[in-house]
């Protein structure tokens, strides 16, 4: 452990760490983080017995450092907080509901794309990181909360997200230092958290003076706030879903959006078959059921996130526990690192290659339940992982029937890690507007 230890604390690439110590250890191995140590599983054979334990595995103390940015939200809530109010948010992404947000999303994607009219038009390279992070942005605060939050400001949005993101990065760094050690990013983390909050309370307090009809998220939790007792979704506990919904639901689709571009437009196999699905789609983009209309873009999304990977998703024991002989102490964590079981060469041909249509043919049926755990797995398995599908199969579709995306030439994608896992330098490129099926 101690020689392990050493190895960590002089990385500067995680990523490339993990991987280390996959091909030195194995797929056993623990590593020096979080009280009692994280021992990390990188066979999915034993990721599943701890990820539906719920019962023996809380998120965990290293999940509650994140509260001063995301307040006593689902994702770091335990226990019967955690029960109730993943409970009374269910509702909102039910596939009834989601039925509703998807019209709702499409006329933000189509609004924003407006935005991508004029680059085009002007030629410039941008960072198309930054743009699908405004896009999501767009798509994903109109789902929320349709027109009870300004249009306008979406950019400065982005980057009080980002800054809240440091932050949050920043708490999970420090959660296990003496108080006197600073939190990097703290002071305008908490200016950014306070200004997010602020945009929230404005949103509910307008819908509640001005009520409408919308199926968006905040009209189906308003509904449930409305019960008594336990029943009930408070104001202040409202308001902490709602910042944890709309980070969960901004930095990780972001992020994947951004890969997913990214490799389709590194792969022109890939990026006709996106093209050819695209311009074939016969739907309206105003049902969750049209998705199953856009297979090749669920793919491609799909592969793009496990080329993308994640750093390491923990759960920490609440009791002795023993994973393939191991013994896990009670208050240890045990983790699994999506961005190495993602490339295990036992699980995956050619780990290294973007291939979609492995999640097309015969290899998709012969996956293990465990061996991509994007979304997580069990109880707590992401709540928004249908309105994450929604978001990602309209926005691909509609840039494929609309644009190509030209990265800058001799670029080559790197991982960035804060809590999802980014582009390292964005997106350089250009967009180019498609016309009568080739470019303009």
């Not at 908490?190 to 309370?201: L, P």
């Amino acid at each position: 452990m101690g020689r392990l230890a050493a190895m960590f604390a002089r990385s500067r690439d995680p990523f490339q760490l993990l991987s280390d110590c996959v091909e030195r250890y194995g797929d056993f191995y623990s590593l020096p983080l979080g009280p009692g140590g994280t021992m990390v599983v990188n066979d999915p054979e034993h990721v599943g017995s701890w990820l539906l334990d719920y019962s023996r595995y809380h998120k965990g103390v290293m999940s509650r450092a994140l509260v001063p940015a995301i307040g006593e939200s689902i994702p770091v809530a335990d226990g019967e907080p955690w029960k109730r109010n993943r409970r009374l948010l269910n509702p909102a992404f039910a596939r009834r509901n989601l039925n509703g947000i998807a019209a709702i999303l499409s006329s933000a994607v189509d609004d924003t794309l407006e935005r991508w009219d004029a680059i085009a038009a002007a030629g410039d390279e941008v960072d198309l990181y930054r743009e699908l992070s405004i896009l999501t942005m767009a798509a994903l605060q109109r789902s929320m909360f349709s027109s009870s939050v300004p249009s306008d400001g979406i950019p400065e949005l982005v980057d009080d997200f980002r800054v809240q993101t440091n932050y949050m990065g920043g708490l999970m760094l420090t959660f296990w230092a003496p108080s006197f050690v600073p939190v990097p990013h703290e002071r305008g983390g908490k200016v950014a958290v306070a200004a997010i909050r602020r945009r929230i309370e404005a949103a509910i307090a307008h819908r509640r003076a001005n009520p409408n009809d919308s199926s968006d998220v905040l009209n189906t939790l308003l509904a449930v706030g409305e019960g008594d007792g336990e029943g009930a979704l408070e104001h202040e506990n409202l308001v902490d879903q709602l910042i944890g919904l709309w980070f969960g639901g901004f930095d990780t689709t972001a992020s994947a959006l951004a890969w997913t571009v990214a490799m389709l437009a590194q792969n022109p196999d890939a990026m006709e078959a996106m093209r050819a699905e695209a311009d074939g789609y016969t739907g309206n983009f105003d049902s969750f059921a049209d998705l199953n209309l856009l297979p090749y873009s669920k793919a491609a999304f799909d592969e793009a996130q496990r080329m993308q990977g994640a750093l390491l998703l923990t759960r920490q024991a609440l009791e002795d526990d023993e994973i393939a002989g191991y013994h896990v102490p009670a208050g240890s964590q045990v983790g699994v690192s999506a961005y190495t079981i993602n490339r295990h060469p036992a699980l995956w041909d050619n780990p290294e290659r973007y291939d979609p249509m492995r999640w097309l043919d015969e290899r998709k049926a012969a996956q293990h339940r465990f061996q991509f755990v994007q979304f997580g797995g069990g109880p707590r398995h992401c709540i928004g992982v249908g309105m994450a599908y929604l978001e990602a199969q309209f926005v691909l579709t509609k840039i494929a029937q609309r644009f190509y995306i030209q990265p800058r030439p001799g670029w080559t994608p790197r991982h960035d890690f804060h809590l999802s896992v980014g582009l390292k330098g964005g997106l350089p490129g250009r967009i180019i507007r498609r016309k009568h099926g080739v470019a303009a």
